[in-house]
């Protein structure tokens, strides 16, 4: 049996677009670098692509007694990159925030924050502290 049983083959061919594979690529470089930016930066990955029923993570970091849920975002421009990350996604982040913090409730007293981190090609990432809040 092919992997794509039950799916229809139009969904199948959507899955494997070309500019579907690229996209993810992209997205797993920038969560990459964004990553070593962190890292170097004095923070310590706790988890990466964290999914939940809700939503994704893109990276769960540590730095002292703070925990931050961060948001990649790659695009041609440092500003096209700030304005992708809507209001809808960011709602849906924290809420897979919370399941992450009830998956680790060793976390649970630590400061919490909901940071992005935006990646354009030739440019250093910007790292941006309090991106938004759970208010959304």
Do not use: C
Not at 36 to 61: C, N, Q, S
Not at 122 to 128: E, G, K, Q
């Amino acid at each position: 049996m092919a992997k794509t049983d039950g799916i229809p083959p139009d969904a199948t061919a959507r899955l494997a677009a070309p500019e579907r594979v690229a996209a993810f690529r992209t997205g797993l470089s920038a969560e990459g670098r964004a990553a070593a930016y962190l890292m170097a930066k004095g923070y310590r990955i706790l988890a990466k692509r964290f999914r939940t029923p809700y939503g994704e993570i893109d990276l769960v970091a540590k730095k002292r007694n703070l925990v931050a849920f961060i948001e990649v975002k790659a695009r041609a421009t440092l500003d096209d990159a700030a304005y992708a990350v809507t209001p809808r996604q960011q709602g849906r982040i924290v809420n897979a925030a919370q399941a992450w913090l009830m998956a680790h409730p060793e976390h649970a007293e630590f400061e919490l924050r909901f940071d992005a981190v935006l990646i354009a090609p030739r440019r250093l990432p910007r790292h941006l502290l309090a991106a938004f809040d759970a208010s959304v």
